[in-house]
């Protein structure tokens, strides 16, 4: 090709393919885009030509680009170490080295004076992969010995490898495709989730002795029920393993002796339709957060090992109309809990013999606190994190008995920083139906004038909490006049469990009405200017972006939308796709008409129409497990055919990476930076 031929933008070739369900016909031009293996060298090719176009129209920018990488990588401290923690004989820390992009773990023994013993070098590890990711690193009861887990391609298929600490030597036992692993107490056993081969979906638990033939280990549950997942962890006490089986809305957990580890697994609770509970053991009692009576969830407690009848637990919380229980710390004389409130996370103190409770508050308007890492629980000491808009993240030690706080460590922003320069607010926006929605904003003060670009970030789905949090990569936008702001939409559980219920299965259009609504409720309250309203979202964020297009598309300039989840009808269909069957409860199942329906009306992909759309940056991975590549190539490729306006869309297809991006500690700079470079070009 002549260095002087402008690229046209990639047409991708129309095949015709009919899905038929309910007695309906969708046409999907698009299907052929997608290629389970990933080796199709046609549709590689295609992604490939994308790239190149993408790159065509984003090479004006690479001076800005480069000169926003650099000022997001320089802003990170050169060296950056964790607050060192004791635990069995051991203190630990984790850091990264200057100019490394993974961690190093490592150990003293006694003191923190004693030789340094490197536990795990993750940069060694990552030394011939063009991806890298540590799982699971998990050390045995006399703390000799340890199991990591390691994922080179990008897909969350973990590989499990065994480490003798006291001569540094590697054990031959390598077991693949796992997703945890959790020592018994003997220091010779292990118990490891394994991951369905096509689902992705951890749905088996195997144990396996220390030097025992892999292909011997033996299996202790399989969930046959594919809505469900399959996890493992080790109580509080370290007296019990616990298989916790979770769907969206309802539970079981499995428990078993860990001094016992050839015995057998026993049910805590059984499994009962809309129950979530979930459990911990400290103390000589069994520690329950359930919904069995309250939607928000109580905290209860049981003496017993298995539990027929949940009504008999004992109540510590109350399940509450305004305050969702999100989690709990058990120390020696004080109960930690993690609480939410009126959109707020709290953290609440109680006593256990007095009942005596003590509140922490905080000046940030929107801020987020939780509880650190405190691996003893007979401490009177307790550390938890803190971090704002305008906080970098903050690790403090509280004394529990005195209500002394320490700080221990903060995260550093190299370079010129001052928190005072930037001014964080909460706004409630009235939706369309009345409700309150919150949303978290943060500026510059001197450059805020009313006319700003207004950048909103959502995601709306699965109960997830959007919490506020210091990023320093977000000042290079703040910087250049960017308001910035964190739409807290119904879908996410901010303001309970039934902010969640409100904006899933067949209430979804919510969640795309409270981002519209904000979007609109913003500009006229002049936290940016009208045509200056750009939205960024990721994976069922990404969703929200393609539905809120197709049905305001007048209202915003530009989109990035990151993995999107936009092929959501298709998707839910094909039980063979990772995750599918187990989100029935989210997005409802689609084989049921009245949810097909409702699907079909919101589905991104299949609502794109001939309209005019804003400017799009659309990202992927090609290994993506979580939403497979072929959904957003297929809703540009479709979006090319349908929009009648000349604006930039843009697919890049990361071809090294997943659902997460690129792994170490700069290189996803380069993904900000990429997104933010496309922002601010339009923002001119």
Excluded at 271 to 292: A, G, L, M, P, V
Excluded at 497 to 521: H, P
Excluded at 532 to 555: D, R, T, Y
Aim: hydrophobic share 35%; glycine share 6%.
């Amino acid at each position: 090709m002549n260095s002087k031929t402008k690229l046209k933008a990639p047409a991708a070739r129309k095949q015709s393919y009919i899905h038929e369900i309910h007695g309906h016909q969708r046409s999907d031009d698009y299907f052929w885009l997608r290629d389970d293996n990933r080796e199709s060298p046609e549709i590689l090719d295609y992604l490939n030509q994308e790239n190149a176009f993408t790159g065509q129209e984003m090479a004006p920018l690479a001076g800005l680009q480069s000169e926003l990488y650099e000022e997001m990588v320089a802003r990170q401290e050169p060296e950056l170490e964790s607050v060192p923690y004791f635990k069995k004989g051991y203190w630990y820390i984790s850091r990264y080295d200057q100019g490394q992009d993974f961690t190093v773990y490592s150990r003293r023994k006694g003191s923190m004076d004693a030789p340094e013993e490197v536990i795990l070098d993750c940069n060694q590890r990552a030394l011939g992969h063009n991806y890298y990711q540590l799982g699971d690193l998990a050390l045995s009861s006399n703390s000799l010995l340890m199991a990591y887990s390691e994922d080179l391609v990008s897909r969350r298929q973990y590989t499990l490898r065994f480490k003798n600490l006291s001569t540094g030597e590697d054990f031959a036992d390598v077991i693949e495709d796992i997703s945890a692993v959790v020592w018994a107490n003997d220091n010779q056993t292990v118990f490891y989730v394994k991951k369905h081969p096509e689902t992705l979906l951890p749905y088996q638990v195997y144990r396996h002795k220390l030097g025992d033939d892999i292909k011997n280990d033996q299996l202790i549950y399989e969930e046959c029920d594919d809505t469900f997942y399959v996890n493992i962890y080790k109580t509080r006490s370290e007296q019990y393993l616990v298989i916790c089986i979770d769907s969206t809305t309802t539970s079981e957990c499995l428990v078993l002796d860990a001094d016992n580890p050839m015995g057998q697994f026993i049910s805590f609770a059984p499994r009962t339709r809309d129950h979530e509970y979930s459990i911990d053991h400290f103390q000589d009692k069994f520690y329950i957060r359930t919904n069995n009576s309250g939607k928000n969830f109580a905290l209860k407690t049981s003496d017993s090992l298995t539990n027929e009848n949940s009504d008999s637990w004992n109540t510590i919380i109350e399940a509450r109309d305004d305050v969702l229980l999100e989690g709990y710390e058990l120390m020696a004389d004080w109960l930690i809990v993690e609480e939410r409130q009126a959109g707020l996370p709290l953290l609440r103190q109680i006593n256990h013999l007095s009942g005596e409770s003590k509140i922490l508050s905080f000046k940030d308007p929107v801020y987020t606190v939780f509880s650190h890492y405190n691996p003893d629980p007979d401490s009177t000491k307790f550390r938890y994190q803190y971090t704002s808009f305008t906080t970098p993240a903050t690790v403090y030690e509280l004394d529990l008995n005195t209500g002394d706080t320490r700080l221990l460590k903060q995260s550093q922003v190299m370079g010129p920083f001052n928190s005072e320069d930037y001014q964080s607010e909460r706004l409630w926006v009235t939706a369309r139906d009345g409700i309150k929605v919150p949303v978290s904003l943060v500026y510059r003060k001197e450059l805020f004038n009313h006319s700003n670009p207004l950048l909103i970030y959502a995601y709306g789905s699965y109960g997830h909490s959007l919490d506020i949090g210091f990023s320093s990569s977000n000042l290079s936008l703040l910087d250049r006049g960017f308001v910035y702001a964190v739409a807290h939409i119904r879908g996410g559980e901010e303001l309970g469990r039934s902010w969640y219920e409100d904006g899933k299965l067949l209430k979804k259009q919510n969640t795309f009405n409270d981002f519209v609504d904000v979007s609109k409720a913003l500009v006229e309250s002049g936290h940016g200017a009208k045509e200056q309203v750009f939205a960024m979202g990721g994976s069922a964020g990404g969703l929200l972006m393609g539905a809120v297009i197709n049905q305001s598309p007048e209202l915003y300039k530009g989109i990035v939308a990151a993995v999107p989840f936009v092929d959501i009808v298709s998707t839910m269909l094909d039980e063979s796709i990772p995750l599918t069957t187990g989100e029935y409860d989210e997005w409802g199942n689609p084989n049921k008409k009245t949810y097909y329906d409702y699907m079909l009306s919101y589905s991104p992909y299949d609502q794109v129409v001939p309209q005019d759309y804003p400017n799009m940056l659309v990202t992927t991975g090609l290994h993506d497990s979580q939403v497979q590549y072929w959904e957003p190539a297929k809703w540009v490729a479709k979006l090319r055919e349908l929009k009648t306006d000349n604006n930039q869309l843009l697919l890049y297809t990361d071809m090294e990476a997943g659902h997460g991006g690129k792994s170490g500690r700069f290189k996803h700079f380069e993904d900000i930076a990429r997104e933010f470079a496309f922002l601010l070009n339009l923002a001119k």
